[in-house]
């Protein structure tokens, strides 16, 4: 067993270490303050290959593993996890079932846009009345002639103000739930297609969710993606991936939290001497130490076992519970270390306290986490 990083992925996580300090972290809270975000960042983040890290470069990725995505999300999120997030959604949320389920023709069409930069994905899911209960959409496709015809509109959608590719799942035939549901390679041009509402969030508001919407949407027949009915198992699976990259956001952002709270003990005076010197302020700083160092061996397992070629769903559910709690408690206690300064917008504390609920709550809250991970346990 070999705990220790690659060279290759020390370079990652220092590349983006590095891009992180320079490019998101000056204009982190102001972004975060106006509800923007910046495809000036986007940009800069393709530049440097980020858009397409674990796809071959066949189709226009750089050809590094799931390990490296996982830590260039960690470590875009231990400053903004807005930016980490735009990351995540567009990896392994909309390129992953088109690399995984895509034909030929549709990994160079998408994929490679995706990959290259061209493009940036989003994945479309949960609908109004169907949140937990994926199954349970209503979003229609029906085919006429040489086209789908999507009706119905999705909630939640990362990215959605600026994405260009979506992939969208859809029922065909309601009668046979979750056995009847599609997926679709939809471009922000077809016709029927458009962004409804942009949501007013607590956190994550540089990246942008909104609604889409659906209505007589004509999508290409050749854009189904895999079979009539496979739809529900491509969402889920590409789910088992995509909570890794909640698992690294969540990760980023408490890393984040705790550098700060360590700096600011060593330098806030109190009782004439740091608080870092004082034993419940050490005791905080050693348990989110502990907790975060947890998160990040699951994280690191889910995406390593992703890489091995080995079964990943379970890990990916756990790390993405545990460090989405670990989120929560680390950045809760970062701001009881900066005291009543820690509760102002003056210091970053409360913006990371503000991006680590959503990590309990998107790609499955962790009470479905729970319900994933039961699953697995019992039937093995
Ligand atoms: N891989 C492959 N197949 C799977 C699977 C997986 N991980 N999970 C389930 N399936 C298959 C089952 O084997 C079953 O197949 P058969 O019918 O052939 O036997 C079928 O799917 C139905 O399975 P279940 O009966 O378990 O399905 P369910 O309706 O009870 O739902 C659930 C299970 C785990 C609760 C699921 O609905 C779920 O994950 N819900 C949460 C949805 C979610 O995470 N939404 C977030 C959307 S993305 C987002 O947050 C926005 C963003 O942009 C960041």
Known sequence: MNFQLSEEHQMMQKMVREFALKECGPTA???DEEERWDMGIWRKMVDLGLSGI????KYGGVGADYLSYVIAVEELSRVDSSVGVTLS???SLASWPIYKFGTEEQKQTYLR????GRSLGAYCLTEPGSGSDAAGMK??????GDEWILNGSKIFITNGLDADIFVVFAQTNPELKHKGIGAFIVERKFPGFSVGKKEKKMGIRSSSTTEVIFEDC????ENLLGQVGEGFKIAMMTLDG??????AQALGIAQGAFDHALAYAKQRNQFGKPIAKLQ?????????ATKIEAARLLTYQGAWREDQGLPYGLQSSMSKLYAGDIAMEVTTEAVQVFGGYGYTREYPVERFMRDAKITQIYEGTNEIQRVVIAGHILKD
């Open 54 to 57: 674990p796809w071959p470069e």
């Open 113 to 116: 846009a995706l990959a290259e």
């Open 29 to 31: 809270a102001e972004r």
């Open 218 to 221: 004509r999508v290409p027949k």
């Open 139 to 144: 979003t229609t496709a029906v085919l006429k």
């Open 280 to 288: 419940a302020i050490q005791f905080k700083l050693a348990d989110m």
């Open 242 to 247: 995509g909570r890794s990259g909640i698992a």
């Open 89 to 91: 959604a567009h990896t």
